[in-house]
C-alpha cells in the first residue's frame, strides 16, 4: 500500500488554475446589508429536487454572513461583466455600491445584466478542509441571453464553439 | 414571506445548461474492473488540506462502483479529448475498451491525454436530493500542457483569452 499523503498546495492549485469554470457572484442578504463575493465553484448538484453547491473559504470576510444566511444567489456573470467579478473579489471596498443591483420582493439582493441567476434556501453548510461546501434549494431562477464569463490561468476568457 | 417551492425541472435545468464547465472524466476501480463516467461539475473546495468535489446522480450505471470505492480520480479532458468525453457519457459500451489508459501503481485507472488528472481518497457522499456530492482527499496529481475542454449548452467549446 503507498502511503497517502495529501497533496501539496502547490500541486494542488496548479490543477485547479487550469480547470476553467463560469464566474459566479454569490450575494446574501446579513439582515442589516447585502454581501457578496465572487466563486468559481458553482455547480449543479440535482435537478429534481433543484439542488446546487458551491464552496467558499473560512477565511472569506463573507462566510460570517453566510454561516448564519437563510437564502443566497448565484449570479452567474455575463462575458461583459469582468469588472463585476473584479470587484466583488476586492477587499475593503463598498462592494454593491460599484454595481447595479436590485432587491426581489423576498429580499434577496441580485445583481444586474448577467447571464442568468439562480436562488434558494440553504440546505446543508459542509466542513471541508479550510472551506465549507454550501448545499442550496434552488425555488426562483432566471435566464438571460448573454454569453457567460469565463475564469482559468488568472485570466477571463469567453467561449469559442467547436464547428465539428 | 413567499411560498419556498422547488424550482422546476425545467427551469433548474435551463440555467445550468447555459452555464460553462471544463468536462473532466471521473475513474475508479471496483476491484475486478476499471469504472468511468464524465462529469462537468468537478470543483476545488479547499486548497490546504487538497480536497475536491464531484456530483453523481443515483441513477448512474456508476454510482454502485463509486458508493463503495476508497479511491477516484478526476481526469481532466483536453481540448482534443471531445470523443472521450463522448465514449463516458454512452451506455452499455465497453468504456476503457475505446480509449488509451493506464493503471498507477496504486491500482488508480486514469486516461491518457488528458489535460491534468487528480486521484485521491474518498472522505464523504453526501446525499443531496437525487444525487450525491462526492468530497475527495487528494494526495496525486499530474499537469500537462494542454488545453482544457469545456461544455455549454449541448455543445464543445474552447476558449478564447479576452486581451485586455
Not at 34 to 46: L, Q, W
Not at 137 to 152: C, F, Q, S
Request: proline share 5%; charged share 20%; glycine share 6%.
Amino acid at each position: 500500500m503507498p502511503t497517502t499523503q495529501t497533496l501539496a498546495r502547490e500541486d494542488f492549485t496548479s490543477v485547479f488554475r487550469q480547470h476553467p469554470a463560469g464566474v459566479a457572484v454569490i450575494t446574501l442578504h446579513d439582515g442589516e446589508r447585502p454581501v457578496g463575493f465572487t466563486a468559481t465553484s458553482v455547480i449543479s448538484v440535482s435537478a429534481e429536487p433543484a439542488i446546487f453547491a458551491f464552496s467558499i473559504n473560512n477565511t472569506s470576510s463573507s462566510w460570517p454572513a453566510l454561516e448564519r444566511a437563510e437564502r443566497v444567489t448565484a449570479n452567474l456573470l455575463a462575458d461583459d461583466q469582468r469588472a463585476v467579478s473584479t470587484t466583488f473579489a476586492t477587499s475593503g471596498i463598498d462592494r454593491f455600491a460599484e454595481v447595479e443591483w436590485t432587491q426581489l420582493p423576498n429580499g434577496d439582493p441580485v445583481l444586474a445584466g448577467t447571464a442568468s441567476r439562480i436562488s434558494g434556501r440553504v440546505l446543508q453548510r459542509i466542513p471541508a478542509g479550510s472551506s465549507h461546501l454550501i448545499l442550496v434549494e434552488a425555488d426562483t431562477a432566471e435566464v438571460g441571453g448573454k454569453e457567460p464569463l469565463i475564469y482559468r490561468n488568472r485570466a477571463y476568457h469567453q467561449l469559442l464553439e467547436y464547428q465539428i
